[in-house]
């Protein structure tokens, strides 16, 4: 019991020496990383640069202890971050005290909301953001990322949380670039795309075991962020119009809860019920996978809680709001983690780093931060997921362009939402106008399958209808007009057989539909049965008159329905491997 | 192609002398019931009781034009008309020209979305309101039309759109109830509700037909209205605090668009989507009941058309929103209705009416009225449905309750919303968590069914799982669960057989679910196999990788499956009648 709720009894007790240094390489890899990517990614929210150490301190330390996977890397991660801003910005202008109020409040939000789905196992609702949302959605939302950052990759004010605000404000700004920050944002892209794929082989080169060369190649941020702090402090390229960090409080964040505003907490419900779902089933798709792979297991519930206390941590230390993010949790797996005490350690070098690091920071440029945000949101575009779908099912491309426009055009929230309604909406579509199909009889068989594309024998005295969808009030009335069609086309039928096997259930809609069926099939001599019910439905229909009033039989099986409605020609038909003699004779 | 458009074409030409008795009578019945009802429900509507009068003309000549609905007595009804209040008052105070404006719009922009629905042949979207939602609110919209006209029943000044407004006005206006009112109003309702069982027979008995009797009984209205009027005339009810309707302009309505207000067309335009909706489903509903009787049809399309322009046409005749009636659709259909003509001769006759009758209604009291709506919407209460739902099906019993609940305590809007969103809501999330049921093989049977619901065959080496439900994106992680759990439960595990004939479809996310389960499968050292996969489905899977990638086959059907993979159990099964020898060996 004790277990369930703090899963770090699970690995605590038997952490070996072995576990320590793998976590600890791991730890200091992720850490190094961490510092740059946090600034960052509190920079992306609008937010001063300790918000995002702020959010690796708490939060990390809290998931060590709540969390069930192993390799997870909490803290700040763009796509939540771009969410943050876009939230807050629209109560509160960034900057102001009001608007990191708003984000400590997303993040305190979004907790509660996390914590109470894990605590209540309302996990499943992530399960209503279908693949082809959340790959629109986290492509869209990087290209709103990397728009963002052209204001500190050009040092000129463009601004805008969409494309149609973004683009005219690049227009609008074509004459206040600042050559200086376009070289030094060059120079610094043209390196970090380089160090992905080129460092680690040159380190390799120069001796180093593969493995480390490519731990080591992840330095290439503290590199980036080292030497251009170096430059901007030696050069004096302030003066030149590249803007630089300043100042970062130093010491630990002071705690306690943001002023309480019930009518920003109310603007903000919304927001936070998104940034919860979009954290939870980023973190929980990364864990999964990884914890396949190792033949681990992550528990939902148990992740949900995790991050919502995690949040809340954040919320409660002036940070921002987290979640488990793809780029460290991979460099973490990569590195050998073991445990979640990682987490735990890459926390207290954080909390060392900002006691002892931060006025080292003064120097840093903006535009550093915001080519390590460029370098890292690249991972997240997947163009090629669009065609892909699409060609798949067209509902699917559908749904995932929706989204993709929708974020792009009007924000992650109308994106989002788009992309929920329109994947739900479609396939309430889909099943108002199920697939019905008339079967006949294999040859040969006991089987039947659709008259359309197999040869089968067929009644003219027994119309065999299977349904493909459970019958429910959207497509009530479809099954009913098909039926009473071919009442009207069939001048010699005698027997309607309702082939139930696709059926999963039968809502009350549905049911008078059938007994308006019965009834009119009953007016025109014609007897109504039902085959291959399955188990639940049987006992729902049970729960009704419909069983009682319907004309005909409820059989096991459609043979066993044809064998007694049109007995010598399904016998004959079963027998014989061919079913031409039959189907002439038919 | 003209008669598509103009189903008048349909009966004009072959108009016939029985026809126009038959159309003439029941014309003559429907229009001595729609002159009080009409008045009635302008003033359920918060309008002038000319309003219902002239709803009563144009619309009925165009339905009579492009309606296919022989019975239907289109016309202004009571659901509508709280509808109209509802949404009207939400933008102005009734009695105001502001508050007519209103109403006007909303029958024009109804009126436009239901013919946009019918040129467009979306009437399928009614079909997303299922029954227990629509008798849920039919019936609390009831109770809400009758607390409406308790002011005019009481002689008091009781207002309020919803339950928890209305009752703290009927406590706080205890002491303004006017005795005369309710003395007329208790003799004119018990008169009524004695005339909807008692007057027949006791026509019947003074020598006349049934048929005739029943006919006539209809014109109780008629007799309330005369009685209550001549009264009130003769005696000066007024003077004792009883309302009157006063002046009613006499003449045909004047013709012309409403002041236009982009603005205000705006605030209506979901309550006119609301009110197309409901107007639209309560009209088609009694028109295919009254079709399906005497085997005629309607066609769903058309009747949107018809009804779009009936309410166009009642918003430039300063009207208000109108759609086809129960009460008097019955009697017109009772009264032995013939052709839609029947529609145009009552339109004629209010028409006439206006012109002579109205000086004379000035003395009419409110309460008449008021007590005719009491009793014409007494049949719209079925309060037994609730429980009957219930039973049947706890998901539309709750989406049925919620509608009523929502509707009594927040008004007709939020009580559709709430009852719509609901349906659908349990529907997906019923389908979120699809029946799995493990399969085994019938004895003697190529039939393979659960196994916790019949004796069957099973082979330790395979497991054969059988999903009742399309695979989409909220239950795509169910069934990668149950497969990966059976995994780790059956160590003797060889082969796994998913059995589709209740999968529908299969979307992008189920199909990366489905290809984790493959690989996770193939590491296993598992084969993954597919069996009576439908046609539509296979098409599908065709599109993608997965069927290329599959480490097992894909079989015509169950049965084949296991005779392939577990080949001696499944034929012996089949030759046996009993599977007792079989389980024992097994």
């Not at 100042?247 to 940034?275: K, N, T, W």
């Not at 014609?526 to 069983?547: C, I, N, W, Y």
């Amino acid at each position: 019991m004790l277990q369930r709720y703090l899963p770090i009894l699970s690995w605590l007790p038997g952490y070996s020496r072995a576990d320590l240094t793998n976590d600890a390489i791991a730890a200091a890899v992720v850490t190094i990383m961490l510092i740059p990517q946090g600034m960052a990614y509190a920079m992306l929210a609008g937010l001063p640069p300790q918000a995002g150490l702020y959010g690796a301190i708490l939060p990390l330390l809290l998931y060590a202890v709540f969390g069930t996977s192993r390799p997870l890397a909490v803290g700040p991660v763009a796509v939540v971050a771009l969410m943050t801003a876009a939230s807050a910005g629209a109560i509160a202008q960034a900057g102001s005290a009001e608007f990191h109020y708003a984000a400590l409040w997303l993040a305190l939000i979004s907790g509660a909301l996390m914590l109470a789905m894990g605590l209540f196992r309302l996990g499943f609702i992530a399960n209503f953001l279908s693949h082809p949302v959340i790959s629109g959605f986290i492509t869209a939302a990087g290209i709103l990322i990397a728009a963002s950052q052209l204001r500190h990759l050009l040092g000129a004010p463009i601004g805008g949380k969409t494309l149609p605000q973004v683009i005219p404000s690049i227009v609008a700004n074509l004459g206040n670039i600042n050559p200086a920050t376009v070289i030094v944002s060059a120079a610094l892209l043209a390196f970090l795309f380089w160090a992905r794929k080129g460092a680690a082989p040159l380190l390799e080169r120069f001796g180093l075991a593969p493995a480390s060369a490519k731990l080591l190649a992840k330095t290439a941020l503290l590199v980036a962020v080292v030497v251009s702090t170096l430059l901007a402090w030696g050069l004096g390229l302030e003066r030149f119009g590249i803007a630089i960090l300043g100042d970062i409080p130093r010491g630990l964040p002071e705690f306690g809860l943001p002023p309480m505003d019930l009518g920003l907490i109310q603007l903000l419900l919304v927001p936070a019920v998104m940034i919860a779902i979009v954290g939870y089933v980023e973190s929980i798709s990364i864990a999964q996978t990884l914890a396949a792979k190792k033949r681990q297991s992550v528990n939902p519930d148990n992740e949900l809680i995790a991050l919502g206390l995690a949040n809340i941590g954040a919320g409660v230390s002036n940070a921002m709001p987290v979640t488990g993010g793809l780029s460290r949790t991979i460099v973490n797996y990569d590195a050998g983690v073991s445990t979640p005490a990682a987490g735990a350690m890459t926390a207290l070098s954080i909390g060392a780093a900002i006691m002892v690091l931060t006025p080292l920071m003064y120097f840093l440029p903006r535009a550093t931060l915001a080519a390590i945000i460029i370098v890292a949101v690249l991972s997240l575009l997947d163009f090629r997921a669009l065609p892909r779908t699409w060609a798949y099912s067209r509902a699917d491309g559908a749904a995932m362009a929706a989204t993709m426009v929708f974020t792009l055009l009007m924000g992650v929230e109308m994106g989002l939402m788009a992309g929920v309604g329109l994947s739900l909406g479609l396939f309430l579509f889909r099943t108002s106008r199920p697939h019905m199909a008339v079967v006949g009889q294999v040859a040969g068989t006991e089987h039947f399958r659709n008259v359309e594309r197999h040869r089968v024998v067929t009644d003219p005295a027994v119309f065999a209808i299977r349904v493909d969808e459970s019958l429910y009030f959207p497509n009530a009335r479809a099954l009913e007009d098909r039926i009473v069609q071919a009442l009207s086309d069939q001048p010699d039928l005698r027997h309607v057989v309702l082939q139930c096997t696709a059926v999963n259930y039968i809502d009350a809609s549905a049911l008078e539909s059938l007994e308006a069926v019965n009834t009119r099939l009953k007016d025109g001599g014609v007897t109504f049965h039902l085959s291959e019910v399955k188990g639940p439905v049987m006992d729902q229909l049970a729960r009704g008159h419909f069983l009682h009033d319907l004309t005909g039989e409820v059989f096991l099986t459609q043979f066993d329905a044809m064998a007694k409605l049109s007995p010598d020609l399904t016998r004959s038909c079963a027998a014989e491997q061919r079913c031409d003699t039959l189907l002439r004779s038919a």
